[in-house]
Nanobody, 127 residues
């Protein structure tokens, strides 16, 4: 059974940075397509980026380009989301999601693409 656990959220001032972690268990990182999403209060869940299955390339959504990066550590079976130059509009709950059924080289931009979700970690950007 695939399980994902996020951590690393918190309160940060505008312009600050955070590193979020998504620890994966039940499967090796390579064999799962994993996405990062975020959801602000009253808004739909928004795709941030994802790691493709097997090829382990990274795709980014428009919200991430230029400020957020995704990295991974195979030894720790963990995916990271590096948030830089944060502003209040980046506040929300950040989720990682995974699915081992993606085809090789694929990951999803849509939330229904994923069957397994972490509990989320709150990011608040405020003075």
């Amino acid at each position: 059974q695939l399980q994902l656990v996020e951590s690393g959220g918190g309160l940060v001032q505008p312009g600050g940075s955070l590193r979020l972690s998504c620890e994966v268990s039940g499967y090796t990182l390579e064999n799962v397509g994993i996405g990062w999403f975020r959801q602000a209060p009253g808004k739909e869940r928004e795709w941030v980026g994802c790691l493709t299955r097997r090829r382990m390339t990274i795709n980014y959504g428009d919200s991430a380009k230029g400020r957020f990066t995704i990295s991974y550590d195979n030894a720790r079976n963990t995916l990271y989301l590096h948030l830089n130059n944060l502003n209040p509009a980046d506040s929300g709950v950040y989720y990682c999601a995974g699915d081992p059924t993606f085809l090789t080289g694929r990951c999803g931009e849509l939330a229904p693409s994923y069957d397994y979700w972490g509990q989320g970690t709150q990011v608040t950007v405020s003075l």
